[in-house]
């Protein structure tokens, strides 16, 4: 049990793969400027994750040792594509927000990586949890450079409309003072390096006691 908790956890925070390994950067730094953005990225990630895991898992003893590269390529692709498609059907102003970066999570470092480095060698329900543990890291640290940019940038936290709720909501004084620097690239670059530096130095803490 001890096992899997930690199997589950080193995702979220002891390799966290934003702060931590630094991989999948592109959308992080691209779609990062509303919230939305960032839950939208961090749904179609986790999806592709945890079924290209289980796959490629499951599938670990047939794959020829020759092509594999090629064929985890195949699956994530397949995955994105479907992801693609229902983005497209049920949250299209999700999809489109989201542009390019959304297809770009084929060659995404983290789910080529995660799928060459442990679902090839592991077992589907240990890649289960693996897949879900990056899956959480990885949107809790876009989803924190988004919220720092757009409260910083505009001043606003955009959300998904329901009902009555638009889905923006104002922030008082920072609303009527944003530092338009945060809302652009530049600005999640010195987001991105403050947040590395924090969870860096939290590591050397943690080492030293």
């Known amino acids: 049990m001890k096992a899997n908790i930690k199997e589950l956890t080193k995702g979220i ?14 959308p992080v730094l691209g779609v990062s400027t509303q ?21 490629i898992s499951a599938l670990r003893k047939v794959i020829p040792g020759s092509i594999h590269i090629p064929a985890y390529i195949v699956v994530i692709a397949s995955l994105v594509t479907i992801t693609e ?17 959304l297809p770009l999570i084929v060659v995404n470092c983290i789910i080529l990586g995660r799928a060459e480095a442990f679902a090839s060698k592991n ?19 876009l ?24 889905g923006g909501i104002n922030i008082p004084w920072f609303y009527d003072n944003p530092i338009r620097v945060m809302a652009l690239a530049p600005g999640a670059l010195l987001i991105m ?16 006691k």
Not at 127 to 135: E, N, P, R, T, V
Not at 143 to 165: D, V, Y
Not at 193 to 208: H, I, P, V
């Open 13 to 26: 925070f002891k390799e966290n793969p934003v702060f931590v390994i630094v991989l999948g950067l592109c």
């Open 35 to 55: 919230v939305s953005n960032a839950i939208g990225m961090s749904a179609g990630v986790m999806f592709v994750l945890l079924f290209s895991n289980i796959i």
């Open 85 to 101: 498609m229902v983005m497209h059907a049920f949250v299209p102003s999700v999809y489109s927000a989201l542009g390019v970066y």
């Open 123 to 141: 077992s589907v329900f240990d890649s289960i949890l693996d897949a879900i543990g990056m899956s959480i890291g990885f949107a809790l640290g």
């Open 143 to 166: 989803t924190l450079i988004a919220l720092i940019r757009e409260l910083f940038g505009s001043g606003t936290i955009t959300l998904f409309p329901m009902g009555n709720f638009g």
């Open 193 to 208: 390096g403050y947040l590395k530096a924090f969870f860096d130095w939290n590591t050397s803490r943690k080492k030293d």
